[in-house]
């Protein structure tokens, strides 16, 4: 099914705008609302950066600039990431949270290649935009790591962040291999 750039949007800014609603109805206290609306979010970025990488491996090598549904989906991405990224804002804002700038550095280098992708991904060559996906991808583990490490304020490790972990591990070695083999 192939979706234009303007249904994904829709889709997409709705599902966001769902969570916060769904969010705020379960935990009207504003601290709360914007911590389980950024929790839901960056699971839903994952689910759609997840479908992303796999489209990637699996018309490896085709062409970026030559797929355009992936392509909008990378667009996708870039907006949800970023509204991601406003309720995560809002979330340490209210919650008064304390960030170690160190620590920020590696995510916030994934955010700007976030940001950039829709505009420049599709230009590089193949090497770049492995590095793109792999990079982002370690992010995301890392910061499913540090969740059960209890390194997150207001987040206690859950069964979630196990499952979460264990796939982008399975889903990169698969990715992997896929672009391994047909690269031969």
Same mark, same amino acid.
């Given at each position: 099914?192939?979706? +234009?750039?303007?249904?994904? @949007?829709?889709?997409?800014?709705?599902?966001?705008? #769902? $969570?916060? /609603?769904?969010?705020? &109805?379960?935990?009207?206290?504003?601290?709360?609302?914007?911590?389980?609306?950024?929790?839901?979010?960056?699971?839903?970025?994952?689910?759609?950066?997840?479908?992303?990488?796999?489209?990637?491996?699996? +018309?490896?090598?085709?062409? @970026?600039?030559?797929?355009?549904?992936?392509?909008? #989906? $990378?667009? /996708?991405?870039?907006? &949800?990431?970023?509204?991601?990224?406003?309720?995560?804002?809002?979330?340490?804002?209210?919650?008064?949270?304390?960030?170690?700038?160190?620590?920020?550095?590696?995510?916030?280098?994934?955010?700007?290649?976030?940001?950039?992708?829709?505009?420049?991904?599709?230009?590089?060559?193949?090497?770049?935009?492995?590095?793109?996906?792999?990079?982002?991808?370690?992010?995301?583990?890392?910061?499913?790591?540090?969740?059960?490490?209890?390194?997150?304020?207001?987040?206690?490790?859950?069964?979630?962040?196990?499952?979460?972990?264990?796939?982008?591990?399975?889903?990169?070695?698969?990715?992997?291999?896929?672009?391994?083999?047909?690269?031969?």
């Amino acid at each position: 099914m192939k979706f +234009s750039i303007g249904r994904l @949007l829709f889709l997409g800014v709705s599902t966001e705008l #769902f $969570i916060l /609603l769904v969010s705020y &109805l379960l935990h009207p206290e504003l601290q709360e609302t914007f911590r389980f609306a950024a929790r839901y979010s960056g699971r839903l970025s994952a689910i759609v950066f997840l479908y992303i990488f796999y489209r990637y491996a699996i +018309s490896f090598p085709l062409p @970026l600039s030559e797929n355009k549904g992936l392509r909008n #989906f $990378i667009r /996708l991405f870039a907006v &949800l990431h970023m509204i991601h990224f406003g309720f995560l804002s809002m979330n340490i804002y209210l919650n008064e949270i304390s960030l170690v700038p160190a620590k920020l550095t590696g995510g916030a280098l994934a955010y700007l290649m976030i940001v950039l992708a829709p505009f420049v991904l599709h230009k590089l060559k193949t090497f770049w935009q492995m590095i793109y996906f792999y990079y982002v991808t370690i992010v995301m583990m890392v910061t499913y790591f540090s969740r059960l490490k209890g390194d997150f304020e207001g987040a206690t490790p859950y069964w979630f962040h196990y499952v979460a972990l264990g796939t982008f591990v399975l889903s990169t070695i698969f990715f992997s291999m896929r672009m391994f083999r047909a690269n031969k």
